[in-house]
Nanobody
Framework: QLQLVESGGGLVQPGGSLRLSCEAS????????IGWFRQAPGKEREGISC????????NYADSVKGRFTIPRDNAKNMVYLQMNSLKPEDTAIYYC???????????????????WGQGTQVTVSS
């Protein structure tokens, strides 16, 4: 059974940076796509980035393109979300999620993801 645990959230000033971590246990992530999603109070869950299996593609929502990246460390079985130039509208609970893939594509649709972490709070405020 794959389990995911997010960490790295916190309070940061506008323009600052944070790196979220998604640590997997139970199964190696080599053949899994990992997605990062966020949900702000009163808003729908938003898919912000995903990375496919080893050698696969990455995708970013327009709202974070150029500011966020999604590196993965297969040796550590971890995926990260590097967030730069943070804005108050980035405030949300951030979740990582995973599903097994046979292609080098990752889906931005939350319904494709089978495994979810518990979330970590990110607050961008001065």
């Amino acid at each position: 059974q794959l389990q995911l645990v997010e960490s790295g959230g916190g309070l940061v000033q506008p323009g600052g940076s944070l790196r979220l971590s998604c640590e997997a246990s139970g199964i190696t992530l080599d053949y899994y796509a990992i997605g990062w999603f966020r949900q702000a109070p009163g808003k729908e869950r938003e898919g912000i980035s995903c990375i496919s299996r080893i050698g696969g593609s990455t995708n970013y929502a327009d709202s974070v393109k150029g500011r966020f990246t999604i590196p993965r460390d297969n040796a550590k079985n971890m995926v990260y979300l590097q967030m730069n130039s943070l804005k108050p509208e980035d405030t949300a609970i951030y979740y990582c999620a995973a599903y097994r893939v046979t292609s080098y594509y990752c889906s931005a649709n939350a319904n494709a993801y089978v495994y979810w972490g518990q979330g970590t709070q990110v607050t961008v405020s001065s």
